[in-house]
Structure formats: structure tokens, C-alpha cells
């Protein structure tokens, strides 16, 4: 086994909240900096800008979760992780047919745009991507989990766009594969005020929106190797697999 960092909630320039400095290039680069091994990319509510960021991390042996930070029809932001293209092409449709037709005003909120390799503007997406989605949040974990992918509710301590704060609670019946606590505080001081939680993986992410907040908090998961599978099993505590307090 072998002990891996991974910082798994990232958001590019594509988000409206990310820094025009946060390009691919930029953060693979921050993110071998920080001596990172994983890292998950999760603008809202949308994937348009996690493939380039995956090949180019791929390249420097990096491995990169490809997703994003939907807010669900409760305005609860949960991460979302797919294995491969396909599906993350796939949800990327899933997502364009249930995000309200509120335009963004890039003076106001930001640009929302999306980057080839040379940085070139490719995409510019319209739809304001902060806006809460059609997708209740049962049927959000159902689809992911119905394409064999990963589900975490973010930042349950906030008091904004939590579960708690949204739901007032934590559903007993919540098929997730972790909570994630922001890193305002710790799995361990969140877990004081609401026991309940530890009945699941607890994970804590930088919520990066600029590069230097990169890796500034991460996970330690150990592990047989770098896969969506092994980092699934981590999660899990499968087979020796696990999350470990320290690197």
C-alpha cells in the first residue's frame, strides 16, 4: 500500500467564483507543487473544463478526478466524480437539460468560460452555472450511483448551500460514498456538534478558487495505486484500503 494526497474540490476559471488564473495548466502545475497525487475538478454544475485538466495531469503523473459541484433543486452543492469520458459526457447533458435558463452577466458574477490547451477561449457558457438545478438530491445520488459513480455532499459544516443548512439534516436513508467538512473546521470538530456523521467516510477539501489555495488542506488515502477504483475503495475502507489522518 501506499499513502496518496488528494485535494478533491477544485474549481477551474470556467466557474463564475474561479480566479481567470485558475487554467488547467495552472493548477496541475500548483498541484505538483503542493506535492499533490490527486486532484478533483468541480466547477458548478458543470464538466466542460475537467477533460484538459485530467490529459494535461495524466501527462505529469498526476491523477485527476473529473466532475464537478452541482447544486442540487435544495441548493445543497454535492461533488460528483465519473470514470471515464463517456459518462462525464453523458452528465454533462444531464446537467444542460436541468439548469435554468437565468443568464450569466459576467460583470456581476464573472466569466464562465472554457480553455483549449494553447488557452484559447473555446466555450463561452451562458447559463448562469451558480443558479440551483431541476435535480433534487435523491435523484442526483441515484443517477451518479446508477453510472458507477462517486457522491459526496460538500461542505456539510457551511451555512449556506449545505445539507444541513439547506435540509436542516442528514437524511437517514443518504447513500453517500463521503461528507465532505469544509476546511473552516475539521472532521473531527464537526463530528462533535453532529455524531451522526461519522457513520460515513469524512473527507476535507481546499474549495480552491484561486491556485494558491491549492492543496492547502487534503486527504491522505492509502491505497494500492492510482485509480477510480482504488480511490473508491479508500473511501469505502475496503480491503486494507482507507483514509488515513496523516501523510
Do not use: W
Amino acid at each position: 500500500m501506499k499513502t496518496y494526497r488528494a485535494d478533491l474540490h477544485i474549481h477551474t476559471l470556467l466557474s463564475p467564483c474561479g480566479d481567470l488564473s485558475m487554467t488547467p495548466a495552472n493548477i496541475v502545475s500548483e498541484a505538483l507543487r503542493k506535492k499533490l497525487d490527486i486532484i478533483g475538478i468541480t466547477d458548478h454544475n458543470s464538466t466542460r473544463q475537467a477533460g484538459l485538466v485530467g490529459m494535461l495531469g495524466a501527462r505529469e503523473g498526476l491523477f485527476v478526478l473529473q466532475g464537478a459541484e452541482v447544486s442540487t433543486r435544495e441548493e445543497v452543492h454535492c461533488l460528483v466524480f465519473f470514470e471515464n469520458p463517456a459518462e462525464l459526457e453523458l452528465f454533462q447533458e444531464y446537467l444542460d437539460d436541468n439548469i435554468p435558463a437565468v443568464m450569466n452577466d459576467p460583470l456581476i458574477f464573472g466569466d464562465q468560460v472554457v480553455i483549449d490547451e494553447k488557452e484559447y477561449i473555446i466555450y463561452t457558457e451562458e447559463k448562469l452555472l451558480t443558479n440551483a438545478t431541476n435535480i433534487s438530491i435523491g435523484e442526483l445520488e441515484k443517477y451518479v450511483h446508477a453510472r458507477g459513480g462517486l457522491f459526496i455532499p460538500a461542505h456539510i459544516d457551511r451555512v449556506r448551500t449545505s445539507i444541513y443548512s439547506q435540509l436542516g439534516f442528514l437524511p437517514e436513508d443518504l447513500n453517500a460514498d463521503a461528507l465532505e467538512v469544509s476546511k473552516r473546521s475539521t472532521p473531527e470538530k464537526f463530528s462533535r456538534i453532529h455524531p451522526e456523521i461519522k457513520a460515513y467516510p469524512l473527507i476535507t477539501n481546499s474549495d480552491s478558487h484561486y491556485p494558491e489555495s491549492i492543496g492547502t488542506v487534503y486527504n491522505c488515502l492509502e491505497m494500492k495505486e492510482l485509480s477510480f477504483g482504488e480511490i473508491k475503495m479508500a473511501l469505502k475502507g475496503i480491503d486494507g484500503r482507507r483514509i488515513k489522518k496523516k501523510c
